[in-house]
């Protein structure tokens, strides 16, 4: 069987868990903390998840894990036929999963109800002193918010951030049972590993609570299955499309490209406007490489003119092109 190592807390590792459910394949979930040896044998970075598969083949990286698993075990397919959703699933997946870890790391350690709470859950698992691990694990965590470029000009943005999405996220997920119609793909395992991991935390998980939808997409989730097919674009654009333009192509796209930049400048930090807000922050050398593979698969599909289109409406080509 598959072993996929990783933890409750981590919003990749539950992603690649709530995959390996999807397409029943036999795995054996094990934390981080039970599973040392194997991990040290595998891991050629120090992350999670780590996926050991039936011939001792270490994997790594979220979503290099379900692209090289959906290869060797193509049914039930992730993929949209359509060139169009299949992009727009990428689209959405590499939104949530950089954009959308800003949400849950930023907002689960800046106030202190947040950083209490999850710090107290997080010693309760290792043991010890409860009030004395916690305390040394906000000590470790609190400061690293700025790796995902929480700070006080960027805190109430984030904030709003998940909102907004989560208000795009409402009625769309009132018509269908998934982000591109009756079965899962890319766009839902990327975003729900983030909205799920800050729906277990004080402030997050109030702002969830608000949107039932969500919530019953969230529980879907953990086990998802097929219920039907993918929907068209046509089907999809009414509700999905205030999401891509408000959320990706006015927030996530502009800060890559910006991001990127500031990488390849060498700057130690960078400032742009987003959506009539001044965000600030140090770069993210990672995002850079796969904001890279994102225009990658573009290209690949970058002759299609209704594609185009929708790139363009959402305000996200000119990033892309």
Not at 84 to 104: A, C, H, I, P, Y
Not at 177 to 206: C, H, K
Not at 277 to 287: A, D, G, L, S, V
Request: glycine share 6%; net charge negative; aromatic share 10%.
């Amino acid at each position: 069987m598959y072993q996929v190592i990783g933890s409750e807390e981590s919003p990749y590792s539950v992603k690649v868990r709530s995959y390996f459910r999807f397409k029943g394949l036999e795995h054996e979930w094990l934390d981080r903390s039970q599973a040392s040896e194997l991990y040290k044998r595998h891991a050629k970075l120090p992350l999670i998840p780590l996926v050991v598969t039936p011939k001792d083949i270490g994997l790594q990286d979220s979503t290099p894990i379900i692209e090289k698993t959906e290869s060797a075990v193509p049914d039930p397919t992730v993929y949209p036929n359509d060139p169009v959703t299949r992009f727009v699933s990428d689209l959405l997946e590499e939104f949530g999963d950089e954009w959308g870890n800003k949400w849950m790391f930023h907002m689960r350690w800046w106030k202190e109800i947040d950083a209490l709470a999850v710090s107290r859950r997080f010693a309760a698992r290792s043991g010890g002193d409860l009030e004395t691990t916690a305390a040394s694990i906000r000590e470790r965590m609190v400061p690293r918010v700025w790796f995902v470029g929480g700070n006080e000009i960027t805190a109430p943005q984030i904030e709003q951030s998940l909102d907004d999405t989560l208000g795009h996220l409402e009625p769309h997920l009132g018509v269908c049972s998934y982000v591109l119609g009756e079965r899962p793909s890319m766009a839902d395992f990327g975003l729900w590993g983030q909205i799920y991991n800050a729906g277990r935390d004080p402030t997050a998980g109030t702002m969830i609570a608000n949107n039932p939808n969500v919530q019953a997409w969230i529980e879907r989730m953990l086990s998802p299955d097929v219920k039907g097919d993918f929907e068209s674009w046509d089907n999809l654009a009414p509700t999905l499309t205030p999401l891509i333009k408000d959320q990706v192509g006015s927030l996530f796209l502009p800060w890559s490209v910006a991001n990127s930049v500031a990488i390849e400048n060498g700057d130690d930090d960078f400032t742009l406007e987003l959506k009539g807000n001044t965000w600030t922050q140090k770069p993210q050398k990672y995002h850079a490489r796969s904001l890279g593979v994102l225009r990658q698969k573009y290209r690949a599909v970058a002759d299609n003119d209704r594609l185009n289109g929708i790139l363009n409406a959402t305000a996200c080509l000119q990033y892309l092109a």
